[in-house]
């Protein structure tokens, strides 16, 4: 019934095929408001499993799902079934690298499944935002951009191919591991995810019914808590990027982040794709707010409040030691999720 849908937009929206990279907050609101909307195919990764903590703010998830510890992309797969049973779900539950990504999303040759339509960023970590930036300038794809923190929240797309900059011509490159806050050192309100959601899955609307030149080219941030809100415009795409411009997709390229399990003892080393140096004063700043935190010249131990069994040792080389887990999957995500890379 809307004039800028139509039965003609809706069977766009019906073909379309959305990747959700990323299905804490974000993705659960983003993949919940196109599966009612009718998207035909959801590709949903996460390498995560749903905990009690996660049900304040991630919508597809229930209390058994929590209980069960289930894979995130399993258990919102499931979800989506019983809102919108015609709606083709692809769940992943694997930790997205460059040496995988273009495999998950089935850019990597003839035996892969169908190419997405666009991408959609609902990730926690500015490597893997940045990563994700690097596949769709190389695949000529849409990437629709989210991120939200506390009560703040942004939202942009990216066409890169149509002109216009991709996310490295505005965001530069990632900072520093645990110079920028998280989800779990910082909160986040259920109600600045479903703002910068509802803007994400309106873009994506958007791009689906062939309105993509309805997009403004621009950076979209607020606050709902103190309504600051403001829209900051740009240009067309800087020709020295390193991404969009001279086509060097480093992160692509880049190695994968190193989770070893040390022999002899019930914890895994972390180490990032990236080197660089850690801010451990800052990092003990914002670690004392959620656990116990015991800090050196050269490292820091911390102890989350809310896990029981498990803490971490963090060097500044950006090296970090997860203690009580012999699994890597644990550790990387234990490292994204309180270091923040």
Same mark, same amino acid.
């Given at each position: 019934? &809307?004039?800028?849908i !139509?039965?003609?937009?809706q @069977? $766009?929206?019906?073909?379309?095929h /959305?990747a959700?990279? %990323?299905?804490?907050?974000?993705g659960?609101?983003?993949?919940d408001?196109?599966?009612r909307?009718g998207?035909?195919?959801l ?13 304040q703010?991630?919508t597809?998830?229930t209390e058994?799902?929590?209980q069960?510890?289930?894979?995130k ?10 809102i919108?049973?015609e709606v083709?779900c ?20 003839d ?11 609902a ?16 695949h000529?794809?849409? &990437?629709?951009?989210? !991120?939200?923190?506390?009560? @703040? $929240?942004?939202?942009?797309?990216f /066409?890169?191919?149509? %002109?216009g900059?991709?996310m ?17 050192t910082?909160?986040v ?9 509802a803007g ?6 958007k791009?689906l019914t062939?309105r ?7 950076l ?9 809100y403001?829209?900051?415009?740009w240009?067309?795409k800087?020709?020295?990027?390193p ?13 994968k982040?190193?989770a ?12 990032p794709?990236?080197?660089a140096?850690v ?11 959620i656990?116990?935190v ?5 490292m820091?131990?911390?102890t ?22 012999t ?7 234990m ?6 890379v």
């Open positions: 019934m &809307l004039p800028a !139509g039965a003609e937009g @069977r $766009g929206i019906r073909d379309g /959305v959700i990279v %990323g299905l804490g907050a974000l659960c609101a983003a993949a408001l196109l599966a909307a998207v035909g195919q590709t949903l990764i996460d390498r995560d499993l749903v905990e009690w903590t996660n049900l703010r991630q597809l998830y058994r799902d929590a069960l510890g289930m894979p992309a399993e258990a919102a797969s499931a979800r989506i079934a019983e919108n049973s083709t692809r769940p992943i539950a694997s930790d997205c690298h460059g040496e995988n990504i273009e495999r998950l999303l089935g850019l990597a040759g035996n892969t499944p169908a190419r997405p339509t666009l991408l959609l960023d990730t926690d970590n500015l490597e893997t935002r940045f990563l994700l930036n690097d596949v769709a300038v190389k000529r794809l849409p &990437l629709v951009y989210g !991120g939200v923190i506390a009560t @703040r $929240g942004m939202h942009a797309t /066409v890169p191919y149509a %002109g900059p991709c490295r011509c505005v965001f530069g490159s990632p900072g520093q591991p645990g110079a920028s806050p998280t989800c779990d910082a909160g309100l259920g109600s600045a995810v479903a703002t910068v959601a994400q899955a309106t873009d994506t609307l791009l062939g993509g030149d309805r997009i403004q080219p621009a979209t941030e607020f606050d709902v808590w103190t309504g600051h403001r829209v900051l415009q240009g067309k800087d020709p020295e990027c991404c969009c411009g001279r086509r060097q997709f480093e992160f692509l390229g880049a190695r982040a190193d070893v399990s040390l022999c002899g003892q019930d914890a895994v080393q972390v180490r794709a990236t080197t140096a801010d451990l004063p800052a990092l003990r700043q914002r670690l004392e707010r656990g116990q015991h800090a050196t010249r050269f820091l131990k911390f989350p409040s809310e896990v029981s069994g498990v803490s971490m040792s963090v060097f500044t080389d950006g090296r970090a030691i997860v203690h009580g887990t699994k890597p999957e644990v550790a990387r995500s490292y994204a999720r309180y270091i923040g």
